[in-house]
């Protein structure tokens, strides 16, 4: 069975993002990128199925631009067989980035598709229900637990009120969450072993897909910055406080 995993190169999570001076996006110059952390839980979840004789073939799939190779090597660090660049210096919105996905899909015919829950820099989460829907294939999002069979897949999805379990027909696609798998480290003989993977380069234009952006940012803005907070003595001066400053009481 063969699994196609979306890994998308964003901010690192460490780093504190800063708007650019003219307000239109945030500054991505010199700013340390890494694979979005929901797609390295993805790609985990796959490799964890190839290990335990389910899935046979992990291709790994960024559409981007040409730096997104470094993500992708990292995806085949982890266990993943071959790669796919999507190659675009341009803007690619969720829409661009599921038709992208559903071209690749039918050309890669994978049983399973895995895809992040949200990716951290536009924090989205739209990616893997619109690929879904344009597939027409059925979708167990925010997954924690992925149990797969011959021509099913039980997916276990956190949601508000607690967990529920969704039965799918395969092929079928899944956004992973949080709590699906820890990834793991990544040892040097293994970066050393990605280099020699495959890893392919195609172009939206290739893939017959128009990728213009749909929505125009307007303005990118840092949020309000928050007073220092006080420190009060007792309850009465808190009480007192809340009534005739802040007027919430
Ligand atoms: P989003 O809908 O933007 O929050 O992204 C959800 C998921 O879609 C991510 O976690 C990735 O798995 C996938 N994705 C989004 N954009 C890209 C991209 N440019 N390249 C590869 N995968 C992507």
Redesign the pocket.
Known sequence: MKVLV???RVVDYNVKVRVKADGTDVDVANVKMSM?P??EI?VEEAVRLKEAGKASEIVV????VKQCEETLRTALAMGADRALLVETDAE?Q?LA?AKLLKAVAEKEQPQLVI?????ID???????QMTAALLGWPQGTFASKVDLAAETADITREIDGGLETVKLRLPALVTADLRLNEPRFIKLPNIMAAKKKPLDKTTPADLGVDVTPRLKTLKVAEPAKRSAGIKVANAAELVAKLKNEAKVL
């Open positions: 979306a890994v998308k979005n929901f797609d993805a799939v960024s559409m981007g690619l969720p980035v895809v992040g829950k949200q990716a536009d924090d989205a989460n739209q990616t893997g």
